[in-house]
């Protein structure tokens, strides 16, 4: 057994409101590969912003201790001096630069600030041959594929001389090919002494590589598993192994006749003209139904809402959309709103709400028709109906004058709630409602989402969380790259259920 | 100043809020009308008095009548996110469009209509809304950053003008269209002669002496639509508080409702005074003063409004709240064009001919008159009444500063400092809040 390079002792962080890591611990041994597995928002991210000093010491409670050595990181920089390199799930290069000068980006090879460009360029090439790659290194970064580009964000760890290497989710984004590559790369990585943690959903590439693996759930560290240990069944159930107790309100659900149908719906990548993102989609909601989506993230299930959502997302957008049984025309957002469609983002401060402005002017913005005549607002309307919102969706604020940029994240989505209710939808799409919010304000919005159905409209839930699709809805599709790989009633469905259909259908697309 | 009174943060529910509270939380508003007239006492008391005196007030609204008319167009433009560098040379370029329809060209016979100084107006409103609309076309959908957009229509008017007068100044212009800025509304009523010119006054040794004082003569019908405005303000503010109340809505505090209310009363009845005192109303007062109480219904109570508030404070967040961006976009710059038309031609009037030179700077006037009335840079907040008083405060400063005969170079450097400072001090306010 090798020695301990990393430990990890009780970390805690808590943001406003949200309690995001709370006892962590986490061991890693010299020259391994370290894999930490967990549900979308169980910490991991976090846990690995904390390592590297994205938040700095002091923001957090516990001890990191690498070589020996008790450290307090301030800035990436400091963790990057001691050889901790972090590749983010979104890559950090410059696209319009070259591939030498992205790997050597604050690190230049320069002489009194002048760049010596061929010590750059032979650089650039050692490193490039050691992650296996060929190509130029004056090539622009935008130029070459993301497979690549996630190798030459490596080749640029390895200019700094990493000794622990962290990629959060390396894989998901690539081709099987390239992620085969790319596991490989760190195998060999391994035979020369460099660790490496690996973030990632993947169950079967964490079989194949990983030596270790330290579940994360909750913000809690669970367990760490050894290599013989490893079985799909044992990840699976450590992590969703929670209990379903008081956490979601009661829902006794009134189904009546489909509502709502989206038939054969297909949509391109936004900028990739080629790359299909939503494969032939066909969901319904019936009256008073709440229905989730499940899948892991990027899986297509917000750029299927989005793109039924007045096609706010994509391109070369295919398929039907029925309200009533009738075919209704959802090509700009008007128009799917006049039609009675409703879509909360699932970044509600990027997509859902002018940050600057204050709660009344929110709450309206979506239907002003309905606080106006001919184009002039009333403004004791406007104040009844704000002040109404407020009180039903239970905003905690001082006054409906209070800026939306300082209320907190469960009382944000209120405010994005009330402005699609007051629009008054007959179907009511949530892009992961409670994401970020606290234990008390997810409840609360559980309740409202119980009461929309009561009063017969159809709610579609995206989320993440799985415990939060089967405590809340009635009906469960399961999304995996960009198609439907199952359907059930919540009644049948349990996490592991779900799991393995994502699982499953990982196993045929590889 | 504005028409809705409601505090900017009030407490729960039906409460009173303490009179300095209220002043704290519209410390912007406030403060930004107490620093136009500190610095307007300031002038007063540099200048000998010369400010306040009611020739030079009525001058200070003429000079600065086109900026304002342009700021309220450049309130929207800041307020959606955008910038507008153009204005100052599509305002040029109107002029000398607006000279050639009515002095330059000879039109033929069946088309001398042209040359009427209406019929050439509106056409000179027309094009520069075009222009905008050009402007704000590439802008808007074909997403060209409106800096770029703009710079680049600032150089191509500014060449136009110049070739569309041959390099010449163009003039003088029909005298109807020299009343648009030149000109006073007519007394319908008749002068009230307080004072007059000639007054017997007895003298201790019993003979009657005849002494020649200042007269003091009045222009009623400026009285007359100066306090019929003041007591329409009144009335809708009252009732605006009242209908607050019945629906249980609280307001600013009471004593604070009466002293906000009759010191805006009593500064508007002053100037009137003095304004009468002279020669009345100016046409072009007039004109501004509709164009401000419509950009400020706009802004405040139209849906219009509130849309490109909503786009400048978050467009992904208004585009997925089904607002039409680009339209609105659109819109916005083509109102600017025409606004900037308009003050194209009320700066010709006034200098009675067209000069190649005309308008040119004049957009760094606007965009500051509008930043120092509080707009953010970043989009999504600003007030009409803010770019208007901005606009004043810039017209006030730059008028005493003649007066008191300190150079121009000293000028400009005083206006960068007021400048910075009044964006330093609103910054301050907010992260302080």
């Given at each position: 057994?090798?020695?301990?390079?990393?430990?990890?002792?009780?970390?805690?962080?808590?943001?406003?409101g949200v309690k995001a890591?709370s006892?962590?611990?986490?061991?890693?041994?010299?020259?391994?590969?370290?894999?930490?597995?967990g549900e979308n928002g169980a910490g991991?991210?976090?846990?690995?912003?904390?390592?590297?000093?994205?938040?700095?010491?002091?923001?957090?409670?516990?001890?990191?201790?690498?070589?020996?050595?008790?450290?307090?990181?301030?800035?990436?920089?400091?963790?990057?001096?001691?050889?901790?390199?972090?590749?983010?799930?979104?890559?950090?290069?410059?696209?319009?630069?070259?591939?030498?000068?992205?790997?050597?980006?604050?690190?230049?090879?320069?002489?009194?600030?002048?760049?010596?460009?061929?010590?750059?360029?032979?650089?650039?090439?050692?490193?490039?041959?050691?992650?296996?790659?060929?190509?130029?290194?004056?090539?622009?970064?935008?130029?070459?594929?993301?497979?690549?580009?996630?190798?030459?964000?490596?080749?640029?760890?390895?200019?700094?001389?990493?000794?622990?290497?962290?990629?959060?989710?390396?894989?998901?984004?690539?081709?099987?090919?390239?992620?085969?590559?790319?596991?490989?790369?760190?195998?060999?990585?391994?035979?020369?002494?460099?660790?490496?943690?690996?973030?990632?959903?993947?169950?079967?590439?964490?079989?194949?590589?990983?030596?270790?693996?330290?579940?994360?759930r909750d913000g809690h560290?669970i367990?760490?598993?050894?290599?013989?240990?490893?079985?799909?069944?044992?990840?699976i159930t450590l992590m969703v192994g929670r209990s379903l107790d008081d956490r979601y309100p009661n829902r006794e659900p009134n189904i009546g006749d489909v509502v709502f149908e989206v038939?054969?719906?297909?949509?391109?990548?936004?900028?990739?003209?080629?790359?299909?993102?939503?494969?032939?989609?066909?969901i319904n909601i019936r009256k008073g139904e709440v229905v989730g989506i499940a899948g892991l993230m990027?899986s297509?299930r917000t750029?299927f809402a989005?793109?039924?959502f007045?096609?706010?997302?994509?391109?070369?957008?295919?398929?039907?959309?029925?309200l009533h049984?009738?075919?209704?025309?959802?090509?700009?957002?008007?128009?799917?709103?006049?039609?009675g469609i409703a879509y909360a983002t699932e970044?509600r401060?990027?997509?859902g709400?002018?940050?600057?402005?204050?709660i009344?002017?929110?709450t309206?913005?979506?239907?002003?028709?309905?606080?106006?005549?001919?184009?002039?607002?009333?403004?004791?309307?406007?104040?009844?109906v704000a002040n109404e919102y407020r009180k039903k969706t239970n905003i905690r604020s001082?006054?409906?004058?209070?800026?939306?940029?300082?209320l907190s994240g469960g009382n944000q989505q209120k405010v994005v709630l009330s402005k699609w209710l007051f629009a008054n939808p007959d179907v009511l799409i949530l892009d992961e409602p409670t994401r970020g919010i606290d234990v008390g304000a997810k409840y609360e919005i559980y309740t409202i989402i119980n009461q929309l159905a009561a009063q017969g409209k159809a709610v579609l839930v995206i989320s993440s969380e799985m415990p939060e699709l089967l405590g809340i809805t009635d009906r469960i599709y399961v999304m995996?790259?960009?198609?439907i790989v199952g359907e059930m009633q919540t009644s049948e469905a349990s996490q592991e259920k779900i799991m393995r259909a994502i699982?499953?259908?990982?196993?045929?697309?590889? | 100043?504005?028409?809705?009174?409601?505090?900017?943060?009030?407490?729960?529910?039906?409460?009173?809020?303490?009179?300095?509270?209220?002043?704290?939380?519209?410390?912007?508003?406030?403060?930004?009308?107490?620093?136009?007239?500190?610095?307007?006492?300031?002038?007063?008391?540099?200048?000998?008095?010369?400010?306040?005196?009611?020739?030079?007030?009525?001058?200070?609204?003429?000079?600065?009548?086109?900026?304002?008319?342009?700021?309220?167009?450049?309130?929207?433009?800041?307020?959606?996110?955008?910038?507008?560098?153009?204005?100052?040379?599509?305002?040029?370029?109107?002029?000398?469009?607006?000279?050639?329809?009515?002095?330059?060209?000879?039109?033929?016979?069946?088309?001398?209509?042209?040359?009427?100084?209406?019929?050439?107006?509106?056409?000179?409103?027309?094009?520069?809304?075009?222009?905008?609309?050009?402007?704000?076309?590439?802008?808007?959908?074909?997403?060209?950053?409106?800096?770029?957009?703009?710079?680049?229509?600032?150089?191509?008017?500014?060449?136009?003008?110049?070739?569309?007068?041959?390099?010449?100044?163009?003039?003088?212009?029909?005298?109807?269209?020299?009343?648009?800025?030149?000109?006073?509304?007519?007394?319908?009523?008749?002068?009230?002669?307080?004072?007059?010119?000639?007054?017997?006054?007895?003298?201790?040794?019993?003979?009657?002496?005849?002494?020649?004082?200042?007269?003091?003569?009045?222009?009623?019908?400026?009285?007359?639509?100066?306090?019929?405005?003041?007591?329409?303000?009144?009335?809708?503010?009252?009732?605006?508080?009242?209908?607050?109340?019945?629906?249980?809505?609280?307001?600013?505090?009471?004593?604070?409702?009466?002293?906000?209310?009759?010191?805006?009363?009593?500064?508007?009845?002053?100037?009137?005074?003095?304004?009468?005192?002279?020669?009345?109303?100016?046409?072009?007062?007039?004109?501004?003063?509709?164009?401000?109480?419509?950009?400020?219904?706009?802004?405040?109570?139209?849906?219009?409004?509130?849309?490109?508030?909503?786009?400048?404070?978050?467009?992904?967040?208004?585009?997925?709240?089904?607002?039409?961006?680009?339209?609105?976009?659109?819109?916005?710059?083509?109102?600017?064009?025409?606004?900037?038309?308009?003050?194209?031609?009320?700066?010709?009037?006034?200098?009675?001919?067209?000069?190649?030179?005309?308008?040119?700077?004049?957009?760094?006037?606007?965009?500051?008159?509008?930043?120092?009335?509080?707009?953010?840079?970043?989009?999504?907040?600003?007030?009409?009444?803010?770019?208007?008083?901005?606009?004043?405060?810039?017209?006030?400063?730059?008028?005493?500063?003649?007066?008191?005969?300190?150079?121009?170079?000293?000028?400009?450097?005083?206006?960068?400092?007021?400048?910075?400072?009044?964006?330093?001090?609103?910054?301050?306010?907010?992260?302080?809040?």
């Amino acid at each position: 057994m090798s020695n301990t390079i990393l430990e990890m002792r009780s970390i805690t962080k808590t943001f406003p409101g949200v309690k995001a890591l709370s006892d962590v611990n986490l061991d890693v041994r010299e020259a391994e590969i370290h894999a930490i597995v967990g549900e979308n928002g169980a910490g991991k991210s976090t846990l690995m912003k904390v390592l590297s000093g994205v938040y700095p010491s002091g923001t957090y409670d516990g001890e990191i201790v690498y070589k020996g050595e008790v450290q307090q990181f301030k800035s990436i920089r400091d963790s990057e001096h001691k050889g901790i390199v972090i590749i983010h799930q979104e890559l950090a290069l410059v696209p319009l630069l070259s591939i030498a000068e992205n790997i050597f980006l604050g690190n230049e090879q320069a002489k009194n600030g002048v760049i010596d460009w061929d010590e750059t360029r032979d650089g650039a090439r050692k490193l490039l041959g050691m992650v296996g790659l060929t190509e130029d290194p004056d090539t622009l970064v935008t130029n070459i594929g993301v497979g690549k580009q996630q190798l030459v964000e490596i080749a640029k760890a390895l200019s700094k001389e990493v000794k622990l290497l962290i990629l959060d989710e390396p894989t998901a984004s690539l081709s099987e090919k390239d992620s085969a590559a790319l596991l490989d790369l760190l195998m060999e990585f391994r035979s020369q002494g460099i660790t490496s943690i690996l973030i990632s959903h993947k169950l079967n590439e964490i079989a194949k590589v990983a030596d270790r693996i330290t579940v994360i759930r909750d913000g809690h560290s669970i367990e760490t598993l050894n290599k013989e240990d490893i079985t799909e069944d044992r990840i699976i159930t450590l992590m969703v192994g929670r209990s379903l107790d008081d956490r979601y309100p009661n829902r006794e659900p009134n189904i009546g006749d489909v509502v709502f149908e989206v038939r054969d719906w297909s949509v391109y990548h936004q900028l990739h003209r080629e790359r299909q993102v939503i494969k032939n989609i066909s969901i319904n909601i019936r009256k008073g139904e709440v229905v989730g989506i499940a899948g892991l993230m990027g899986s297509g299930r917000t750029e299927f809402a989005m793109s039924v959502f007045g096609k706010s997302y994509g391109q070369r957008i295919s398929g039907e959309v029925f309200l009533h049984g009738k075919k209704i025309d959802t090509s700009t957002v008007e128009k799917a709103v006049a039609n009675g469609i409703a879509y909360a983002t699932e970044d509600r401060k990027t997509y859902g709400l002018n940050l600057i402005d204050h709660i009344k002017h929110n709450t309206t913005l979506a239907n002003l028709g309905g606080i106006s005549r001919v184009g002039v607002i009333d403004d004791m309307t406007e104040m009844d109906v704000a002040n109404e919102y407020r009180k039903k969706t239970n905003i905690r604020s001082s006054s409906v004058y209070q800026i939306t940029g300082n209320l907190s994240g469960g009382n944000q989505q209120k405010v994005v709630l009330s402005k699609w209710l007051f629009a008054n939808p007959d179907v009511l799409i949530l892009d992961e409602p409670t994401r970020g919010i606290d234990v008390g304000a997810k409840y609360e919005i559980y309740t409202i989402i119980n009461q929309l159905a009561a009063q017969g409209k159809a709610v579609l839930v995206i989320s993440s969380e799985m415990p939060e699709l089967l405590g809340i809805t009635d009906r469960i599709y399961v999304m995996n790259e960009g198609r439907i790989v199952g359907e059930m009633q919540t009644s049948e469905a349990s996490q592991e259920k779900i799991m393995r259909a994502i699982v499953r259908a990982e196993g045929k697309a590889s | 100043m504005t028409t809705e009174t409601a505090p900017m943060s009030m407490p729960a529910q039906n409460q009173e809020l303490t009179v300095l509270g209220a002043l704290k939380a519209n410390m912007r508003d406030y403060g930004l009308l107490l620093a136009l007239i500190l610095i307007m006492l300031f002038f007063q008391w540099s200048t000998g008095g010369v400010l306040f005196k009611p020739v030079n007030l009525t001058n200070i609204i003429l000079q600065n009548s086109y900026i304002i008319v342009m700021a309220l167009g450049m309130l929207l433009v800041i307020v959606a996110g955008h910038i507008d560098l153009s204005v100052g040379s599509v305002s040029g370029f109107i002029g000398a469009l607006a000279a050639m329809l009515m002095v330059g060209w000879r039109f033929p016979p069946e088309f001398s209509f042209l040359a009427n100084p209406f019929v050439a107006g509106a056409i000179c409103i027309v094009v520069g809304a075009a222009i905008g609309a050009a402007q704000g076309y590439l802008i808007a959908y074909h997403r060209i950053p409106s800096f770029i957009v703009t710079l680049a229509g600032m150089l191509i008017f500014k060449g136009l003008s110049l070739a569309l007068l041959a390099g010449k100044s163009v003039g003088p212009f029909p005298a109807e269209f020299q009343l648009l800025s030149a000109g006073f509304i007519p007394d319908f009523i008749g002068p009230t002669t307080l004072v007059p010119a000639v007054t017997a006054v007895p003298a201790s040794d019993g003979v009657v002496a005849i002494a020649a004082v200042q007269p003091l003569v009045l222009h009623t019908t400026t009285l007359v639509i100066a306090i019929v405005g003041i007591v329409a303000l009144m009335f809708f503010a009252i009732r605006g508080r009242q209908r607050r109340k019945a629906r249980g809505y609280e307001s600013e505090p009471f004593v604070l409702f009466v002293a906000k209310n009759l010191v805006i009363a009593v500064l508007v009845l002053f100037f009137v005074y003095m304004l009468a005192s002279y020669r009345g109303l100016p046409n072009v007062l007039v004109v501004m003063g509709i164009l401000i109480a419509l950009f400020v219904f706009i802004t405040k109570r139209m849906t219009f409004g509130r849309r490109i508030y909503a786009l400048g404070g978050n467009l992904k967040a208004a585009a997925l709240s089904g607002i039409k961006t680009e339209r609105m976009t659109f819109y916005v710059f083509a109102i600017m064009g025409a606004l900037a038309a308009l003050a194209g031609m009320i700066y010709a009037a006034r200098l009675n001919s067209a000069t190649p030179k005309a308008g040119q700077g004049l957009e760094l006037d606007v965009i500051a008159a509008v930043f120092i009335g509080g707009a953010s840079a970043l989009g999504g907040v600003g007030a009409v009444a803010g770019a208007v008083i901005g606009a004043f405060i810039l017209g006030v400063m730059n008028n005493g500063m003649s007066i008191m005969g300190i150079n121009i170079d000293l000028q400009q450097m005083i206006k960068g400092v007021v400048l910075l400072a009044a964006v330093f001090f609103d910054l301050y306010n907010k992260n302080r809040a």
